[in-house]
């Protein structure tokens, strides 16, 4: 048996949870509305405050899904109650961001400035020239836009120039050293 799987999901006050048919799940809370569509072979069940996910058949696909689904409809009740956050370090001589609007302007040692337009329902908050705070109410778009950010000027391993994730670890290589 799914050891999360079969975990029950406690619904806290002041969220609603809307199972429609082919399971489609809509979340209400007090920063948003999520609505995501789960695999259909699952079974979702509301008893009161109380939520359960269980499976047809043991079949290797119906496992998998199992665990997945009771994590997502757990992630999106944690999105609308709490949300979700992810930190970005920039670091780097000259290397700094900026923001206007919902435009924000990376500027990261190449021959013009990158820009980024946040998504809907996604915010990057500056605090400093250095440090980015990507905010939201989906797990799965709050840590793809962080990702996308990283990705345009990743850590290097010689001198950690780059952006980086708060609690990312970058592993240093010696650099070169002269003849004798």
Same mark, same amino acid.
Request: no cysteine; charged share 30%; hydrophobic share 30%.
């Given at each position: 048996?799914? @050891?999360? *799987?079969?975990?029950? &999901?406690t619904v806290p006050a002041g969220v609603t949870v809307e199972i429609a048919d082919n399971n489609v799940v809509t979340v209400k809370g007090p920063?948003? +509305?999520l609505v995501k569509e789960l695999a259909p072979?699952?079974? &979702?069940?509301?008893? !009161?405050?109380e939520i359960t996910v269980s499976r047809p058949n043991d079949l290797k696909k119906m496992k998998s899904l199992?665990?997945? +689904? @009771? +994590?997502?409809?757990?992630?999106?009740?944690?999105?609308?109650?709490? !949300?979700?956050?992810?930190?970005?370090?920039?670091? *780097?001589? !000259?290397?700094?961001?900026?923001?206007?609007?919902? %435009?924000l302007t990376l500027s990261l040692?190449?021959?013009?400035?990158?820009?980024m337009i946040d998504p809907e329902g996604i915010e990057a908050v500056l605090e400093g020239q250095n440090k980015? +705070?990507? =905010?939201? &109410?989906? =797990?799965?778009?709050?840590?793809?836009?962080a990702a996308e950010i990283r990705d345009k000027r990743r850590?290097?391993?010689? %001198? !950690? =120039?780059?952006? %980086?994730?708060?609690?990312?670890? &970058? @592993?240093?290589k010696v650099g070169k050293t002269g003849k004798k």
């Open positions: 048996m799914s @050891r999360i *799987g079969r975990l029950p &999901i920063k948003g +509305t072979e699952m079974e &979702i069940k509301m008893e !009161g405050t199992h665990g997945l +689904t @009771r +994590t997502l409809l757990n992630n999106m009740i944690i999105g609308v109650t709490d !949300g979700y956050e992810k930190v970005l370090e920039v670091n *780097g001589v !000259g290397y700094r961001a900026a923001k206007s609007g919902n %435009k040692g190449y021959s013009h400035p990158v820009e980015i +705070t990507v =905010k939201g &109410i989906d =797990k799965e778009k709050v840590g793809q836009y850590p290097e391993p010689y %001198k !950690g =120039k780059g952006i %980086k994730y708060a609690d990312e670890v &970058i @592993r240093r």
